[in-house]
């Protein structure tokens, strides 16, 4: 196949090109890249896939996800394993029309990802590329100890990480931070979880938000801080120093922000019938100056140098799922070019995640994970909404608004 566009987006964060098209070979990798005429000549047999005025670039990678997060339902008691594992594949699938082809989920249901990725294996379904965490860890009574596993001192987390790595898990996530100002952790649980995961030879990120948990994370060397949404300038230059890198999640706390100030606006002091916008309520202090944290100081910390990843980590029931466009646009509206936002969602994710040779730039041998977007997306973000096409491994799963994730159909 022969994918013709005006521009290419490379992800390095700088390169692109025009008026180049891509070979795709049998193998799902990228064979070549040239001018069109130049690829019919050589592979005149290939069916050519004609855009014109639109992008190509990686496909995107959502770096903080919850695939199976069925406790912000209004019938969350509802949502056994049965039914989780189905609200699972709908969300994962959902991934393809938003150009998403990887996702990092940072905690879901036990068992749920790893089972995914075996019907996967098996040819019972077509779901994009997951690299997941088992359940999170917070201490008794910490941060949604309601939905992930328990755990104080040192050994008894060692203990847990353990049997996660035993049964699959392919990251870590701990929490430490929760809207309050004090550390959950102590330094030695998080020097112990971080030791025991790179003891394992496996990565490990953390939920950390507020001060003086930022820096206890920091200084217990984790692979990502999740949300850090309370962290300073010297925090970022720390992390870009010790090759720490930071997964925003601006539009989930910028949503809820949102979704908080139109409900006062609309309704006063009255009280909230609905549950679960009643717990967000009573967060609606905290989620203000966090929308201003962000919208204040990501530029400066992106200049650091710190690698930035692209995430969405929307748990609301009625949130959209898988936003990343949306981050992506208010990483622009902050400060950053469109080409840079794309590196923070394609490149910068594959060396996180240990795949670069693999994927997360449209480039000779790599796999070919594309995306085929409208318009010029290199001068217009807001273009990643115009999906067209999307390709995992060379297969096409996504083309003019049909999901093609029937595992007979879906092969060009």
């Known amino acids: 196949m022969i994918i013709s566009t005006k521009y290419l987006i490379t992800g390095d964060g700088k390169t692109v090109l025009t008026d180049k098209a891509v ?3 049998e193998d799902g990798k990228i064979g070549k890249i040239a001018q069109k005429e130049e690829l019919l000549k050589e592979f005149p047999q290939e069916e050519v896939k004609e855009y014109g005025d639109a992008t190509l670039l990686p496909g995107l990678m959502d770096m903080h996800a919850h695939l199976a997060y069925g406790y912000s339902q209004p019938d969350s008691f509802n949502y056994g394993s049965q039914l989780i594992m189905l609200y699972a594949l709908q969300h994962a699938q959902s991934a393809f029309e938003r150009g998403i082809t990887t996702v990092r989920d940072m905690s879901s249901a036990h068992g749920v ?14 779901i994009p590329r997951i690299v997941h965490t088992d359940t999170g860890i917070c201490m ?16 008894a ?58 820096q206890m994370c920091i200084d217990a060397g984790f692979d990502t801080i999740e949300h850090g949404t309370f962290m300073t300038l010297d925090h970022a230059k720390q992390m870009a120093e010790k090759g720490i890198a930071w997964t925003p999640t601006i539009m989930a706390y910028t949503y809820l922000y ?23 309520m009573a967060n609606y202090e905290f989620f203000e100056p966090a929308y201003k ?15 930035v ?16 466009p949306r981050e992506l646009q208010y990483m622009v509206e902050y400060g950053i ?3 840079q936002a794309i590196q923070v969602a394609t490149s910068n994710p594959a060396k996180v995640l240990g795949v670069e040779k693999e994927r997360g730039l449209v480039a000779e041998g790599l796999d070919a994970d594309l995306l085929v977007v409208g318009g010029d997306l290199s001068r217009d973000i807001t273009r990643l909404k115009d999906v067209k096409f999307v390709t995992l491994g060379g297969k096409r799963v996504f083309e003019d608004g049909i999901r093609y994730v029937g595992t007979g159909n879906m092969f060009m």
């Not at 139109?262 to 309704?267: F, G, P, T």
Request: aromatic share 8%; glycine share 8%.
């Open 157 to 214: 987390i060692r203990k847990e990480i353990r049997k996660q790595v035993r049964d699959g898990a392919e990251w870590v996530k701990i929490l430490t931070t929760n809207r309050e100002p004090y550390p959950e952790f102590t330094q030695e649980e998080l020097d112990a979880a971080v030791d025991e995961c790179h003891r394992r030879g496996i990565k490990c990120g953390v939920h950390a938000g507020t001060n003086p948990g930022i």
């Open 293 to 307: 944290a962000y919208r204040d100081h990501f530029k400066e910390f992106y200049d650091t140098g710190v690698t």
């Open 140 to 155: 008794t009574g910490g941060h949604a100890w309601e939905e992930v596993e328990e755990m104080d001192g040192p050994w």
């Open 337 to 339: 070019t469109p080409v």
């Open 113 to 126: 990802c790893k089972n995914l990725k075996l019907a996967e294996k098996k040819g019972f379904v077509v």
């Open 23 to 25: 070979y795709i070979g």
């Open 258 to 280: 949102k979704l908080c100030k139109e409900n006062i606006e609309k309704n006063g002091d009255a009280p909230v019938s609905d549950p679960v916008m009643q717990k967000e």
């Open 309 to 324: 990843l692209a995430g969405t980590d929307m748990v609301m029931y009625h949130s959209p799922l898988l936003p990343l």
